[in-house]
């Protein structure tokens, strides 16, 4: 069965409260029951149970093969810290100096031709 992160944590959170109750599984609710029976369930199996009887034969059927396996997490992971650290036009910070490098060389060219214009 997939599930969703989410809906993973839901789950064992609810799992960890019926586990908490210290209950023997035939003091459960119905409700308490579809829950373990719910952590139990693998792909394939048959539909869950509504009746307490049928859950309870059902759980005793089931929790011994392991509990779920979490989802796995997204495939789009955050990009590294170096790479992520663009200036919003694809540029890298790395070269930060070498933008003003350019600047500097138009500066000295414009210095020829029309000094003082650059500030008026």
Do not use: C
């Amino acid at each position: 069965m997939q599930r969703t992160q989410g809906g993973y944590d839901m789950l064992l959170n609810e799992v960890n409260k019926v586990r908490q109750a210290d209950k023997l599984p035939e003091q459960w609710t119905v409700a308490q029951l579809e829950t373990m029976v719910k952590w139990y369930k693998h792909d394939g199996d048959d539909v869950i149970p509504a009746k307490k009887n049928d859950l309870l034969t059902r759980y005793h059927a089931t929790s011994n093969r392991g509990a779920q396996i979490p989802p796995p997490t997204h495939v789009t992971s955050p990009l590294p810290p170096a790479v992520a650290q663009t200036d919003g036009g694809g540029n890298d910070n790395k070269g930060a100096g070498s933008n003003n490098d350019s600047a500097d060389e138009n500066e000295s060219s414009d210095d020829d031709d029309n000094t003082g214009s650059f500030f008026m």
